[in-house]
């Protein structure tokens, strides 16, 4: 394939990745990640096992770096600080692993991003060497900040986390999108499968998305139905939709060299 996302240096075909909390068991998550033919797979460090507890089931077990790009990811942090610490960590537990999700939030309630203290986070992590994808408000002023501190994505929420409402605001998506020229990719408030083809419909680079999929009455087929939206929505906005036309009708066949006329 031409057409592959590529973050920090590396390409993927699959434009949707996934997260690996909320499932039964590490055996729906296994089947519900290859259903949806995601590549990157994210993980709550401090929520999940790889190696915290050598006693308890690993993630690694289940999703095998060897066949998975890790994500690990800060959920749960709210302030600079313990994101940055959190990071580290993960760094420690995937053998010196750089490509993380940075996302430092506001209140238990929303899980809307702090900003300021997200920007304090990616300043640090970028000069650590972290290539950091940022969870953020769909503020293309703030995105291009992060971008210029270093960050090799943003990834603006669509709706707040795990609502599935869906994209709240296209408009303000679309600004994020061409604010920056790193990789955009929705995040956050992805409910079904037309939710994620109208995100590559406006032109982002991917979406990221966990509990749409693990809640559904059946995840499997859900992140099926999620990968089919992916790639349609992409191949939407690729081909370019016709101009809308308001007020003004336009016969699907031409009127000209009618038969008897």
């Not at 066949?67 to 600079?80: I, M, S």
């Amino acid at each position: 394939m031409d057409d592959l996302l590529t973050i920090a240096g590396k390409s993927y075909s699959s434009r949707l990745l996934v997260g690996t909390g909320k499932y039964k068991d590490f055996t729906e998550t296994r089947e519900a990640i290859v259903a949806s033919g995601a590549q990157i797979v994210t993980v709550a460090i401090r929520r999940t096992n790889i190696g915290q507890d050598p006693k308890a089931p690993s993630l690694l077990d289940a999703l095998p770096p060897s066949e998975f790009t890790y994500l690990p990811n800060t959920a749960g942090c709210y302030t600079a600080e313990d994101a940055v610490r959190t990071l580290r960590l993960a760094r420690e537990l995937l053998d010196d692993h750089k490509l993380v999700k940075l996302e430092v939030l506001g209140d238990p309630h929303t899980l809307f991003p702090n900003m300021p203290e997200t920007l304090k986070a990616a300043q640090v992590l970028v000069k650590e060497g972290f290539e950091v994808m940022v969870y953020c408000a769909d503020d293309p002023i703030q995105a291009k900040m992060l971008e210029d501190i270093g960050c090799v994505a943003v990834m603006p929420l669509a709706s707040l986390i795990g609502s599935g409402m869906g994209i709240l605001n296209p408009w303000n998506v679309q600004l994020v999108r061409d604010a920056v020229k790193v990789p955009v990719l929705v995040d956050a408030g992805v409910g079904t499968a037309s939710d994620a083809a109208i995100a590559m419909e406006l032109g982002c680079d991917g979406v990221l998305m966990n509990t749409a999929i693990a809640l559904a009455r059946d995840p499997v087929k859900m992140a099926g139905a999620m990968k089919k939206g992916i790639e349609a929505g992409r191949e939407a906005f690729l081909a370019g939709r016709m101009p809308k036309k308001y007020y003004t009708a336009s016969p699907s066949s031409p009127t000209s060299g009618l038969i008897g006329s």
